[in-house]
Structure formats: C-alpha cells, structure tokens
C-alpha cells in the first residue's frame, strides 16, 4: 500500500504538514517496507486550485492513502473519486502517522474536513475579513465575517498555513458535545501548528 503524508521536509522524520494543498512535500510512503520518495509540492505556489493540482499529483503517483491534517472540498472530491482513502488530523512524524493510520488510530474522512480556501493569491490584504482568507486576498471565499484580519496580503510568497474554520468544518448539524469535542480537536492542532511555525522563525533567525 502507498501512503501519501504531507510533510514540512522530504523525509520520515519530518514533520506532517496540516495542510493538503499548500503542504511543502508529498511524502509517499511504502506501507510494508516503509521505503520513501519525497516530491515537493508544485502547487504550493499556484494561486488558485493547489488542492486539485497536489490531489491529482497523488493520484498520478498511485497512492492508494492520503494522510494530512486537514482536506478541502476540491481536493476530496478528486481523491475520492479515484479511489484513493483520505485520513486527516494527523500529526507528529511522517513515520508516526503511517504508525498511526496501520494501527487504525486515524479516522478516515468522509467528507472534506474544511471550506474551500480560494483566496489566498495576490491581495493587498485590508484585513477586513472579507470571506474566510487571509486579508481581502482577491479570493472568492463564501466567508461568515470570520477572515484572520491583519491583512497578510502575501501575494506568491510563502503562504501561511491554511487554518481550519471551526463553524464550516461539516455540514451536517452537530449536538453542543460533538461541536466542543471538534472545536477541541482544531484548538490542538493550531496549537501544533503555532509551536511549528515558531521553531521555523528561530531557525530562520539562526542562519
């Protein structure tokens, strides 16, 4: 079985990247034999549609799973489509989420885990919320007045890790329970990613 990890490095000791189609590589990883080739994401810099172009990649590599933190709806319908099984919320080691997923400790996802993220080319970033992007973006997010603000307006640079909305993760309704339970779920993963963002700043500043 070929897994396919989302992955901050090319290698099964980097970190899983929560991110599907603005992830840094695609790890694919032999089930059985836990041989690897890593492939960086060509879609990481397109500006619209980097959902579909890794899915398809995935799909052109025959990975029969997919493993990251979070899947849009674009990317889902490609990956499902042809077969190929998604599980989200992984973290750790490209290592430990194959673990995982062979030991049955991540649930497959049965439909995408967040909202279609379309804005996040050139915007010169008003930061007023404007749909669900990051600033104005010039996207066509559907948003609920819930944008990040700031106005990040990154243009083609390197983008900043999509973040799951809490409100638009399923459209099915929820019970109080279910809601705290998932909201839970995705304060702990942006606490994960917060933690990486912060160790690749003092990198940054080391070299």
């Not at 694919?28 to 492939?39: H, L």
């Not at 049965?110 to 909202?115: D, E, K, L, R």
């Not at 983008?159 to 909305?165: I, L, N, R």
């Amino acid at each position: 079985m070929k897994i396919c990890v989302t992955a901050t490095a090319g290698d099964l000791n980097a970190q899983v990247d929560p991110r599907f189609g603005r992830c840094q590589y695609l790890v694919f990883v032999d089930s059985d034999t836990m041989a690897f080739e890593a492939i960086p994401n060509e879609a990481i810099t397109a500006p619209g549609g980097a959902g579909i172009q890794a899915a398809q990649t995935v799909v052109n590599k025959g990975g029969n799973v997919v493993i990251s933190g979070n899947i849009g709806p674009n990317a889902f319908q490609v990956l499902s489509t042809a077969g190929v099984k998604i599980a989200t919320g992984a973290y750790g080691t490209v290592k430990e989420a194959v673990e995982m997923y062979k030991a049955g400790k991540l649930n497959e996802a049965g439909i995408s885990t967040v909202a279609a993220h379309a804005g996040m080319g050139a915007g010169t970033g008003a930061g007023t919320g404007a749909g669900f992007g990051m600033g104005m973006g010039g996207g066509r997010g559907g948003g609920r007045g819930r944008g990040m603000g700031r106005g990040i307006g990154l243009g083609m640079q390197q983008p900043m890790p999509a973040q799951p909305q809490a409100p638009q993760t399923s459209a099915v309704p929820k019970t109080k329970e279910e809601e705290i339970e998932q909201l839970s779920d995705m304060a702990n993963r942006l606490e994960k990613d917060l933690e990486e963002v912060k160790k690749r700043i003092e990198e940054l500043k080391r070299r």
